[in-house]
């Protein structure tokens, strides 16, 4: 089982900045498609920002030029830089690790892990 485990939430007012960390328990972590969603109250987990295949990074388009995603691969890390947050950014931040679809094994390996989630509050 891969466990991953966020922080760095908390209140920031509008036009501030917060990181997020997440922090993955696998050895193969090099492997996932790591990436970041949020779900606000009320609404479906959206996307964020993630790695696919080839090294690429997908964003939403609200976050494009505001959101960094990064990842520390030799220590099992995944980052979101949130810069210029707005109160629409308030939510749920959830770390997703997803199995590429050739890797996955039923019952080793899933499709999809998730963390407990960080709340991320933007308010003045």
């Known amino acids: 089982q891969v466990q991953l485990v966020e922080s760095g939430g908390g209140l920031v007012q509008p036009g501030g900045s917060l990181r997020l960390s997440c922090a993955a328990s696998?050895?193969?972590?090099?492997?996932?498609?790591m990436g970041w969603y949020r779900q606000a109250p009320g609404k479906q987990r959206e996307l964020v920002a993630q790695?696919?295949?080839?090294?690429?990074?997908n964003y939403a388009d609200s976050v494009k030029g505001r959101f960094t995603i990064s990842r520390d691969n030799a220590n099992k890390k995944l980052y979101l830089q949130m810069n210029s947050l707005k109160p629409e950014d308030t939510a749920v931040y959830f770390c997703?690790?997803?199995?590429?679809?050739?890797?996955?094994?039923?019952?080793?390996?899933?499709?999809?892990?998730w963390g407990q989630g960080t709340q991320v509050t933007v308010s003045s």
């Open positions: 997703n690790a997803r199995t590429p679809a050739t890797m996955i094994v039923p019952g080793k390996l899933d499709p999809d892990y």
């Open positions: 696998s050895s193969i972590f090099s492997i996932f498609h």
């Open positions: 790695f696919s295949s080839g090294g690429r990074i």
